[in-house]
């Protein structure tokens, strides 16, 4: 897992098994949960957030250097570990923020204990059905076809990857891929009673979607605002489903003001 000179790796030890992270920064609490394939490490987005925020990036149970907790079998068991992560790595109320399947384990959390978030930012996120269409299955790609189709097109996924991912880099998602499939195959990705469990959930959510993303159909992101009563849509142009990767000005922009503008609802007795 790959750090940076703003940020310190740290493990939590828990009962259901030990968990890896990385910290950095300094404010309020922003955990960012990664894609289904796996932790990257200190991306440029987090290293900006770190500015405004305690960033907190986990490796989610079975996931990088994070122990597989081998009875899980649902999404939504990996939300129960990750709040258990947050309860212990937080004071206070914390902004989630979750990517691609993150985003998904996001939502699942949002929808149990929504009294522990000051705001909810879902990226891509998958976890609903499409009513067109379908969330792209990464089983019938191998891990570099997937990756290359979660950015905009080709020549974006080199620019970020080269032509060849480091072994290291290969390795992490071969190991993700095994853990992805235990908890999300049937049905893939999407959890049919998520919409209705999500129409009770009132935090603040902003939904961030690059406008060429393969992975997540608009859709779902369009039912995310439907059930979601307090939620809105942002469409980052020229991206993909990897959108804080390739437009990561842009999402720190639209993240920080929706988090800043909760936390000065809070201040004022909003």
């Known amino acids: 897992m790959a750090e940076s000179d703003q940020f310190t790796h740290a493990e939590?030890?828990?009962?259901?098994?030990?968990?890896?992270?990385?910290?950095?920064?300094?404010?309020?609490?922003?955990?960012c949960l990664h894609h289904s394939w796996g932790n990257p490490g200190v991306l440029e987005l987090?290293?900006?957030?770190?500015?405004?925020?305690?960033?907190?990036?986990?490796?989610?149970?079975?996931?990088?250097?994070?122990?597989?907790?081998?009875?899980?079998?649902?999404?939504?068991?990996?939300?129960?570990?990750?709040?258990?992560?947050?309860?212990?790595?937080?004071?206070?109320?914390?902004?989630?923020?979750?990517?691609g399947f993150g985003g998904y384990v996001a939502a699942e959390i949002a929808s149990?204990?929504?009294s522990t978030l000051g705001s909810l930012v879902l990226v891509g996120?998958?976890?609903?059905?499409?009513?067109?269409?379908?969330?792209m299955d990464q089983m019938?790609?191998?891990?570099?076809?997937?990756?290359e189709e979660s950015f905009r097109d080709r020549d974006s996924y080199v620019s970020h990857f080269g032509e060849e991912?480091?072994?290291?880099?290969?390795?992490?998602?071969?190991?993700?891929?095994?853990?992805?499939?235990?908890?999300?195959?049937?049905?893939?990705?999407?959890?049919?009673?998520?919409?209705?469990?999500?129409?009770?959930?009132?935090?603040?959510?902003?939904?961030i979607w690059g406008e060429h993303d393969k992975v997540a159909p608009i859709d779902v992101a369009e039912q995310y605002r439907d059930a979601l009563r307090n939620s809105q849509i942002h469409i980052v142009n020229n991206a993909g489903h990897v959108v804080e990767?390739?437009?990561?000005?842009e999402v720190q922009d639209l993240i920080v003001a929706h988090c800043g503008a909760q936390l000065n609802q809070v201040s004022h007795g909003g």
């Open 12 to 31: 939590l030890d828990l009962p259901t098994g030990k968990i890896s992270y990385l910290q950095g920064g300094n404010g309020p609490s922003l955990i």
């Open 46 to 99: 987090h290293e900006k957030l770190a500015t405004e925020f305690t960033v907190l990036i986990p490796d989610m149970p079975g996931w990088g250097g994070s122990e597989r907790p081998l009875w899980a079998r649902t999404v939504r068991d990996i939300a129960i570990l990750v709040s258990h992560f947050a309860n212990h790595v937080t004071d206070s109320a914390y902004h989630l923020v979750g990517f």
């Open 112 to 114: 149990m204990s929504e």
């Open 125 to 135: 996120a998958v976890g609903i059905q499409p009513r067109e269409g379908e969330i």
């Open 140 to 147: 019938m790609y191998s891990h570099r076809q997937y990756i």
């Open 165 to 207: 991912p480091p072994q290291e880099m290969r390795e992490l998602w071969d190991h993700s891929r095994e853990m992805t499939a235990r908890v999300s195959w049937k049905p893939y990705m999407f959890n049919r009673r998520l919409v209705e469990l999500l129409k009770n959930v009132s935090v603040q959510t902003s939904l």
């Open 245 to 249: 990767i390739e437009a990561s000005g």
